[in-house]
């Protein structure tokens, strides 16, 4: 039988959790490398300590709605850089495409997916929208520290990888084609594409361009890559 809808969202969320503690430790090993303050730090050592038992938790998630108990496939990480000069685009460009963007849109999109939830989607979810803000905020706490401590070339760099950071975003949400749900899929917290897409725009439009905009960082590149109003 082919894996159920249910199945397959819990499934590739373990995958996604994973992904996250992967790439949370690679920044972790990155900003001790690149002499970041003991508090950036030891927030990031949490993180990925949240994303490791976001991953379980979907894990039981997903047996719990009968899925089954398979090895799910996360997506290998880069070697990492060894000259600051090299090491610190590698930071900037993680720090603003995971933490600013990637975690500040799961906070609101969590929320949603938790909105009609119950039972053991509840549970995971409950849980995963604590964490999400914590992490969230160590993107912004330490794109702050790199401005503070390397100035307007950071900046620069930033707002170089604007547009393709959001058409990514746009090329990933884009996949999801499933509208219709019944009430069970609501549930165990799944949402129609239409609402992931409307989430994702609306948060990069009001929340993270204008804090980019507050950072003194251009983003024309951004408002280009993305001209629709949320719906
Ligand atoms: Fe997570
Ligand atoms: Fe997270």
Redesign the pocket.
């Known amino acids: 039988m082919p894996p159920s809808l249910i199945h397959r969202v819990w499934a590739s969320q373990v995958a996604a959790e994973y992904t ?1 503690a992967g790439i949370t430790a690679g920044l972790l090993h990155q900003l001790i490398l690149i002499g970041a303050p003991d508090p950036l730090v030891r927030v990031a050592h949490r ?1 990925v300590t ?2 490791l038992d ?1 991953a379980l938790l979907c894990h039981e998630t997903l047996l719990a709605y009968g899925g089954a108990d398979q090895p799910v496939e996360v997506v290998p990480l880069l070697p990492t850089a060894t000259e600051l000069g090299q090491l610190l685009p590698e930071v900037v460009a993680t720090v603003v495409r995971t933490f600013c963007f990637g ?1 500040t849109i ?1 906070v609101p999109l969590f929320a949603a997916m938790r909105k009609d939830a119950s039972g053991p989607a509840l549970k995971a979810l409950d849980r ?1 929208v604590l ?2 803000a914590v ?1 969230s905020k160590l993107g912004w706490d330490a794109l702050d520290w790199l401005l503070d401590g390397f100035g307007d070339p950071i900046g620069t760099l930033v707002a170089a990888h604007l547009a393709e950071i959001i058409e990514g975003f746009e090329a990933i949400y884009g996949r999801r084609t499933i509208e219709a749900l019944d009430a069970g899929d609501r549930a165990a917290g799944l949402l129609p594409a239409s609402q992931y897409r409307q989430v994702l725009r609306a948060t990069v439009q009001r929340t993270i361009l204008p804090r980019l905009a507050s950072r003194g960082i251009s983003t024309d590149a951004a408002l280009a890559a993305m001209p629709l109003p949320p719906a």
């Open positions: 996250s993180v949240d994303e976001h975690e799961a995963i964490d999400e992490h």
